[in-house]
């Protein structure tokens, strides 16, 4: 970052040198500072977003959905469907989830793997 200001204010009094030659190099020079600061930004953004993702990644999620209840159904049914070594369920606010497999949905999960519930 020191570099950067170095070069764009070293370009400074190039560019108001009366000589062409001094003011297109103090231009290059303003310019490189100027490149530099906005990719060590750049830079500095995308990181917090890796590192967001990557923690969001270490804690399992692995999809969020966009809406609940009956626009999700059929993902539970896949999963549970393919589940083998368990099924955890975290309880807030699954009522949908309980309304739409009551009976025979949690018997045959139940049949497949073993359900954890965690309220």
């Known amino acids: 970052m020191l570099l950067q200001a170095v070069l764009f204010l070293g ?6 040198s009366s000589y062409v030659v001094y003011q297109s190099i103090g231009s290059s020079l303003m310019a ?9 930004v750049y830079v ?9 993702l990557a923690l969001l ?7 969020v959905f966009p ?18 070594d368990g099924i955890d369920v975290i309880g807030f606010g699954l009522k949908a989830l309980r309304e739409d497999f009551r009976v025979d949905g949690f018997r045959q999960w139940a049949s497949r793997a073993p359900i954890g519930l965690i309220r």
């Open 32 to 40: 490189a500072g100027a490149a530099g600061w906005v990719m060590l």
């Open 44 to 52: 500095a953004l995308t990181q917090r977003i890796s590192n967001r």
């Open 67 to 84: 809406a609940r209840s009956v626009a999700i159904r059929p993902e539970y049914q896949e999963r549970a469907l393919k589940a083998k």
């Open 57 to 63: 990644e270490d804690s399992g999620i692995l999809r």
């Open 11 to 16: 370009g400074i009094p190039l560019v108001r």
